[in-house]
Antibody, heavy 122, light 107 residues
Framework: EVQLVESGGGLVQPGGSRRLSCGVSGFTFSDHYMDWVRQAPGKGLEWVGRIRNKPNRYTTEYAASVKGRFTISRDDPRNSLYLQMNSLKTEDTAVYYC?????????????WGRGILVTVSS | DIQMTQSPSSLSASVGDSVTITCRASQGISNYLAWFRQKPGKDPESLIYATSNLQSGVPSKFSGSGSGTDFTLTISSLQPEDFATYYCQQYNNYPITFGQGTRLEIK
């Protein structure tokens, strides 16, 4: 069974940092790209960024709203995905989801974690 | 960035009805269009990829069509678990973008 479990959320002060983790099981993690997607309270889904797999040199893509502040990384032997968030703003308050990306007529999200809440507030 | 616009933003229907949701891209995205369902208080679920292909385990009551800039999601024989918010997403270009969502409510 495919499982993705986020951790590391909580309350952070504006300007602070936080690292989210996503542990996965039930599939060969190293074969897949991985995404982070977030959802502010009462709002829609916003794509945060992507990390490709080793054959694609672990390259990354980011939304403009987080570029330069957030960094996505992965540890394939540990089956783990990370989101390092720096210089946090109140508008970064959201539930953060990690999602598996599979190649099926393009790289598309197919499984999601349950999400973890990050609250940026003083 | 490619803007994705869903219509309607909300709609009401009854159990057993069929509904269609539309998603329009601000520029052509070939067939790189996905649909997701999010039940209240739950994580999103992937329904359709590449415009019309069902994800594993998704029932055939869901169907998608379109190409270029205009796409639709049709849900037939609505059941209580289908009353949720639906999002389209383009993955033809970075940044990947979602529509604003369509809330499907019970009439």
């Amino acid at each position: 069974e495919v499982q993705l479990v986020e951790s590391g959320g909580g309350l952070v002060q504006p300007g602070g940092s936080r690292r989210l983790s996503c542990g996965v099981s039930g599939f060969t993690f190293s074969d897949h790209y991985m995404d982070w997607v977030r959802q502010a309270p009462g709002k829609g889904l916003e794509w945060v960024g992507r990390i490709r797999n080793k054959p694609n040199r672990y390259t990354t893509e980011y939304a403009a709203s987080v570029k330069g502040r957030f960094t996505i990384s992965r540890d394939d032997p540990r089956n783990s995905l990370y989101l390092q968030m720096n210089s946090l703003k109140t508008e970064d308050t959201a539930v953060y989801y990690c999602a598996r990306v599979t190649y099926s007529s393009g790289w598309t999200l197919d499984f999601w974690g349950r999400g973890i809440l990050v609250t940026v507030s003083s | 960035d490619i803007q994705m616009t869903q219509s309607p933003s909300s709609l009401s229907a009854s159990v057993g009805d069929s509904v269609t949701i539309t998603c329009r891209a601000s520029q052509g995205i070939s067939n790189y269009l996905a649909w997701f369902r999010q039940k209240p208080g739950k994580d999103p679920e992937s329904l359709i990829y590449a415009t019309s292909n069902l994800q594993s385990g998704v029932p055939s009551k869901f169907s998608g069509s379109g190409s270029g800039t205009d796409f639709t999601l049709t849900i037939s024989s609505l059941q209580p678990e289908d009353f949720a918010t639906y999002y389209c997403q383009q993955y033809n270009n970075y940044p990947i973008t979602f529509g604003q969502g369509t809330r499907l409510e019970i009439k």
